[in-house]
């Protein structure tokens, strides 16, 4: 990637992203998010993955996720910062001023129970 970006791309973020590749990819498939290889591929190198249904079937699972939980997904809201647990787990969001669209979803009948209820903060 530093190749191809002429040496701008950020190292410490694409080791970041290789290092969480794998966890996140279950943390998904535990949210009902399915993943294949597509036949396509034409390579030497290890197999790739993609989700079943593409991006779109990830903000679908996660959004269901949310709506089930009760809670809201705030657009055009930035991070203030992360809300840590006693263990260093992430327990919520602190944003910025109010300028973010609240948006609840409707139910969809194809979710599977993804977030953890003390996930965020009521």
């Known amino acids: 990637m530093r190749e191809v970006s002429g040496g701008l791309a950020d190292r410490n973020y694409f080791r970041t992203l290789a290092q969480n590749a794998v966890g996140t990819i279950g943390w998904l498939q535990n949210h009902g998010v399915e993943f294949?290889?597509?036949?396509y591929y034409l390579s030497a190198g290890p197999a790739r993955i993609q989700p079943v249904g593409g991006g779109s079937a990830i903000i679908e699972k996660l959004s269901n996720a949310a709506n089930e939980s009760r809670r809201e997904i705030?657009?055009?809201?930035?991070?203030?910062?992360?809300?840590?647990?006693?263990?260093q787990r992430v327990r919520g969001v602190r944003s910025g001023p109010a300028m973010?669209?609240?948006?609840?979803?409707?139910?969809?009948?194809?979710?599977?129970?993804?977030?953890?209820?003390?996930?965020?903060?009521?």
Do not use: H, N
């Open 100 to 122: 973010a669209s609240r948006q609840r979803f409707k139910p969809m009948p194809s979710f599977s129970r993804a977030v953890d209820s003390r996930a965020i903060p009521r």
């Open 74 to 87: 705030l657009y055009e809201s930035a991070v203030e910062r992360l809300v840590m647990t006693g263990d």
């Open 36 to 39: 294949a290889t597509p036949v």
